[in-house]
C-alpha cells in the first residue's frame, strides 16, 4: 500500500537531468477497476505535461524516474473517464455509497499488481490525515483506530468539474440520496440532482424536506426543474409547486407536459391541510364487470407508480366509486372470475374538504393503504395514499435533518 | 398584494444571518474595549470607527457572496482551494484567536456579575456548565432570545448618550478628523478595536449561516442588505458606547480598570442602577458569544478536516465535535479562575490578539474571492481588491507600529 500525497511534488528525473515536479495523477475510473493511467509534471518551464505510466522507470522514495526525456514522452492520451486525482479527489467531498454518507478525502491508497497500480482505498479518517501532515509512525494511531477507509468501489467524487452522471450514486435509494442532499446544501444539492436522470431525481426530491425542495427548485433552471416534476407523482409535485414563489411556480407550469400539468393544477386548488390537499390523482380505475385476468392485463399496460399500486379504484357509471380492490385479491383469485365479486364492500371515503386528523383516523381505523376521496356525487377526485398519512404522523423531530442549526 | 407579503417573508426570512452576527459581534471585548477607547482617548478613536464600518461592510457582503456562490461553509473552501497544510495554520489562527475570545467571554461573565456580588468560583463554573448543557441537549435556539435582550441593553447606551450631553460638533467631526496618538496604549486600543469590530470567527460564522439558510445568489440583494443593515448597526452602537463613555468617563477623568468603572457611563439614564444594567447587559452580551463562539469554532475545524459535525448528533457520533467544543469552554472557563487576574485587561488583550491575526483570515478570504474556479462571474473587481488591500495593509500596519512602540518602551 502507498500513499499517493507521499509522491506528490517529487522531483522527475530522467538519468541526472531534473525535469520537474510531479503535480498529479490520472487515473481511469471504471466503476470496480480504477487504475493509475500517468502522471501529471510540472515541467521546469512552469507547463504542465501528462505522461503515460508506460514511460515511468520507478517511482522511489526520493525521486521518480522516466525511462526518456519529457520531449520524447507522448501526451497521455485524453480519455472520457478519466479523473486526476489531486485535483478531484483529495482534499475534496465524496460519497461513501455503502455508508451513505459524504466524506472528506485526505488520502488516497494505491496497491501495485505487477506493472498496474490500482487505486484501493481512499482515506477519510484522522489515521489518514496525521500521516499526510507528516507525522512520525510512532505518534500515530494504531492502525485500525480513528480510520475510515472506503473502497474505491463505493467511492462516488463529488467534484462538479467532473461532469460524471453518478452511476454509483443513482444505484441508492432515494431517500439517501435525499440525506445527501440535504448535508450537501441548496447549491450543491441542486447541482447534484441536476446530475442524475429525471426519475431518479424526482424520487429524491420528494423526500428532501419541503423547505430545502423549494430553495432547490429555485436553483434549477425552470426547464429542468418542469422535467424532474414530471416525474414526480402529481400529490408531491403540488405540494412543491404551491410551497414556490409565484413567478418561479408560473415558469416552471409553462415549461410542463400539458398532461401533467393538468393533473397538478387539478390538486393545486385544494387547500394544504384537507383531504384534498394531500391526494394523488395518478391512480389506477377499473369498471364493474371486468375480469380478473382482463384487470391484471390492465394493471400490466398501465405499470402505476408503487404507492399506488396496492389497490385499486372500481368505478361504475358515471366515475362513480363501487369500491377497492387490493392486489392480493386479484393475484389469488381465478382468472375468469368477475371483480365485483371482490370488492370490499362499504368501502370508507372522504371528500377533499375533510380534515386531515379525520382522514388518519380512518387510515388507523381500517388499516388502510388507500383510501378514495369522492365529490357531493360520489364520483372519484383521486386517492390518499398511506405513506403521505405517515409523513403527516411523524413529528418533525424523528426526522431531524442534517442541515445545522447554528441560530 | 401576495407579492408584497413573500417579499416581507423573505426579508424577515433572510434578515437574520448578518444582523444576528452583528449584534453578537458586540461581546464582553466590545463592550469593554469601546468604553476604554471613550474613557481614555474621548472622540479622538472614532475617524478609526468610521474607517473600519467600511472595511467591516467590504469583508462581510465577501463572505456573503461567497457563501451565496459555492453554498459552502469557509473553511471547506480554505481545505479545497489550499490543502492540508494551509487548513491547519488558517484552524491554528482561528483557534486561537477563538480561544481567546472565549476567554475574554468568561471574563465578561465573571466582571459583569462581580457587580452584583457573585463570585467568579460560582458564575464562571455555572455558567460554563449551563452553555455545555444546551449544546450538548440541542436546545440552541435561545440565542434568539438573548437578541432581543443584548438589543434592548444597546438601545440603553443609545439614550444615555443623547442624556449625557456630548458635545455632538466635536464628536461628529471625529468621525472624519483623523488623530494619532504615539503611545503603546493608544495603539493597543487602536487594534484592539479593529479586532473587536472585524473578528476572524464572525467571518466563518457568518458564512455558515447563510449556507445553512439555503441563501443563494437569487436571494443575493436580500442578504446584502441584511449584512448592511447588520455592519451599520453595530457599528452604530460602537459609535455610542464611544460617545456615552467619551461624554461621562472622559470628562470625569476615569481611565476604565474594572467594570465598575465602565458601568459608571450609564449613570445619566440609570443613575445609581447603572451598575446594575451595565451587569445585566455585559452578562448577557457575554453569554451570546461564548455560546456562539466555541461552538463555530468546533463546526470550523471538524468541517475542514471532514469530522462529523452537529449539535443534533450525539458524543458518539462526533467526538471530535463535542470535544473540542466542550475543551473550549473548560479551558476558557478555568483561564478566568487564576486568583487576581485583571478581567479588563485579559479582555483587550484578547482583542488585541484577533486584530493581530486578523489580517491572515482576510487574506485567505481575498484570494478565495479572487479565485474564478470558485466564484465565477462573482469574483471581486479591481476597486473591490484594491481597497481591500488597502485594508489589510492598513491593519498590518498598526501592529507593527504597536510592536515598535513596545519595544521602544513608550506606553
Known amino acids: 500500500m502507498r500513499y499517493l500525497s507521499h509522491y506528490l511534488h517529487r522531483q522527475v528525473h530522467f538519468k541526472k537531468q531534473h525535469l520537474g515536479e510531479l503535480v498529479d495523477w490520472v487515473m481511469n475510473a471504471r466503476p470496480t477497476q480504477a487504475e493509475l493511467a500517468g502522471l501529471v509534471i510540472l515541467d521546469n518551464e512552469g507547463r504542465e505535461r ?80 496525521l500521516n499526510r501532515l507528516g507525522l512520525p509512525e510512532s505518534l500515530q494511531p494504531k492502525p485500525g483506530k480513528m480510520q475510515r477507509r472506503i473502497a474505491w468501489a463505493d467511492v462516488e467524487p463529488l467534484d462538479p468539474d467532473l ?15 435525499a440525506d445527501i442532499v440535504e448535508e450537501l446544501g441548496v447549491t450543491q444539492g441542486a447541482d447534484l440532482l441536476e446530475r442524475l436522470d429525471d426519475e431518479t431525481a424526482a424520487e429524491t426530491l420528494t423526500e428532501v424536506e419541503p423547505e430545502m425542495q423549494s430553495d432547490i427548485m429555485e436553483e434549477i433552471k425552470p426547464q429542468d426543474a418542469a422535467d424532474i416534476i414530471e416525474e414526480m407523482e402529481p400529490d408531491d409535485a403540488a405540494d412543491l ?52 385476468e382482463q384487470v391484471l392485463n390492465k394493471f400490466r399496460a398501465d405499470q402505476p407508480e408503487p404507492e399506488v399500486a396496492y389497490n385499486l379504484i372500481v368505478t361504475e357509471a358515471g366515475e362513480k366509486l363501487a369500491g377497492m380492490l387490493s392486489l392480493r385479491d386479484l393475484v389469488v383469485a381465478q382468472p375468469q372470475s368477475k371483480i365485483d365479486d371482490l370488492i370490499a364492500p362499504d368501502t370508507p371515503s372522504v371528500r377533499p374538504d375533510t380534515p386531515l386528523s379525520e382522514v388518519a383516523d380512518l387510515f388507523s381505523k381500517y388499516d388502510l393503504v388507500m383510501l378514495p376521496v369522492v365529490d357531493h356525487a360520489r364520483q372519484v377526485l383521486g386517492v390518499i395514499t398511506v405513506d403521505d398519512v405517515i409523513e403527516l404522523m411523524v413529528p418533525e423531530k424523528w426526522k431531524r435533518s442534517h442541515r445545522k442549526r447554528l441560530i | 398584494m401576495k407579492k408584497l407579503w413573500i417579499k416581507l417573508v423573505l426579508i424577515f426570512g433572510i434578515v437574520g444571518p448578518g444582523l444576528i452576527t452583528s449584534f453578537a459581534d458586540n461581546d464582553a471585548g466590545g463592550i469593554t474595549t469601546y468604553s476604554i477607547a471613550g474613557a481614555r482617548y474621548g472622540y479622538s478613536l472614532l475617524w478609526m470607527l468610521l474607517l473600519i464600518t467600511f472595511v467591516l461592510a467590504f469583508f462581510q457582503e465577501m463572505v456573503a457572496r461567497l457563501a451565496a456562490v459555492t453554498g459552502k461553509g469557509l473553511s471547506d473552501l480554505i481545505r479545497e482551494e489550499f490543502g492540508l497544510r494551509w487548513t491547519l495554520f488558517a484552524m491554528i489562527v482561528l483557534l486561537v484567536a477563538n480561544f481567546t475570545t472565549t476567554i475574554a467571554n468568561f471574563a465578561g461573565i465573571a466582571a459583569s456579575l462581580e457587580i452584583l456580588g457573585v463570585s467568579k468560583y460560582i458564575s464562571v463554573p455555572v455558567t460554563a456548565l449551563a452553555l455545555w448543557l444546551l449544546v450538548v441537549k440541542g436546545s440552541y435556539r435561545f440565542v434568539e432570545r438573548f437578541f432581543l435582550i443584548v438589543a434592548l441593553f444597546f ?8 442624556m449625557a450631553k456630548p458635545d455632538w460638533g466635536l464628536a461628529v467631526g471625529s468621525l472624519v478628523k483623523p488623530t494619532l496618538v504615539w503611545k503603546a496604549d493608544y495603539w493597543v486600543i487602536f487594534i484592539a478595536t479593529i479586532g473587536t469590530t472585524i473578528t476572524p470567527w464572525m467571518q466563518f460564522y457568518l458564512q455558515s449561516s447563510i449556507v445553512d439558510k439555503g441563501i443563494t445568489m ?50 445619566p439614564i440609570a443613575g445609581k442602577y447603572s451598575s446594575v444594567l451595565f451587569a445585566l447587559g455585559l452578562f448577557v452580551a457575554s453569554m451570546m458569544a461564548a455560546s456562539i463562539v466555541p461552538l463555530s469554532t468546533s463546526y470550523a475545524i471538524c468541517e475542514a478536516f471532514g469530522m462529523e459535525t452537529g449539535i443534533n448528533k450525539n458524543f458518539s457520533q462526533a467526538p471530535i465535535f463535542f470535544s473540542l467544543y466542550t475543551l473550549l469552554l473548560i479551558l476558557g472557563g478555568a483561564a478566568i479562575l487564576i486568583p487576581g487576574l485583571p478581567l479588563i485587561k485579559v479582555m483587550l488583550f484578547a482583542q488585541t490578539v ?58
Open chain 1, 241 to 292: 409547486i404551491s410551497d414556490l414563489p409565484q413567478e418561479t411556480a408560473r415558469q416552471i407550469m409553462n415549461e410542463m407536459e400539458s398532461e401533467e400539468k393538468a393533473e397538478v393544477q387539478e390538486l393545486l386548488q385544494y387547500p394544504e391541510d384537507s383531504a384534498g390537499g394531500i391526494m394523488n390523482n395518478d391512480y389506477l380505475a377499473v369498471t364493474r364487470g371486468l375480469t380478473v
Open chain 2, 155 to 162: 438601545a440603553a447606551y443609545v439614550i444615555a448618550g443623547f
Open chain 1, 163 to 177: 461532469k460524471s452522471s453518478f452511476e454509483k450514486l443513482s444505484k441508492m435509494h432515494p431517500a439517501d440520496i
Open chain 1, 50 to 129: 501528462s505522461i503515460s505510466l508506460n514511460d515511468v522507470e520507478s517511482l522511489g522514495h526520493r525521486y521518480i524516474y522516466l525511462k526518456r526525456s519529457l520531449g520524447e514522452c507522448p501526451e497521455l492520451a485524453p480519455a472520457d473517464d478519466q479523473i486526476r486525482l489531486a485535483e478531484h479527489i483529495l482534499d475534496k467531498q465524496v460519497v461513501d455509497t455503502r455508508k451513505k454518507k459524504v466524506y472528506r478525502v485526505n488520502d488516497i491508497e494505491v496497491e501495485q499488481e505487477g506493472e498496474r497500480f490500482l487505486v484501493r482505498w481512499v482515506d477519510a479518517g484522522l489515521a489518514g490525515l
Open chain 2, 354 to 411: 484577533q486584530g493581530v491575526l486578523l489580517p491572515i483570515i482576510l487574506i485567505f478570504i481575498l484570494l478565495l474571492l479572487n479565485n474564478r474556479d470558485v466564484m465565477g462571474n462573482h469574483v471581486n473587481s479591481k476597486f473591490y481588491n484594491i481597497a481591500a488591500l488597502i485594508s489589510v495593509a492598513g491593519i498590518v500596519l498598526a501592529s507593527l507600529i504597536l510592536l515598535v512602540l513596545t519595544l521602544m518602551g513608550k506606553t
Open chain 2, 218 to 267: 437569487k436571494h443575493y440583494n436580500y442578504a446584502k442588505l441584511d449584512v448592511f443593515v447588520g455592519t451599520f448597526f453595530t457599528n452604530f452602537i460602537s459609535f455610542f458606547i464611544i460617545v456615552t463613555c467619551a461624554a461621562t468617563l472622559f470628562k470625569a477623568g476615569i481611565p476604565v480598570h474594572n467594570a465598575e468603572d465602565a458601568a459608571l457611563a450609564l449613570a
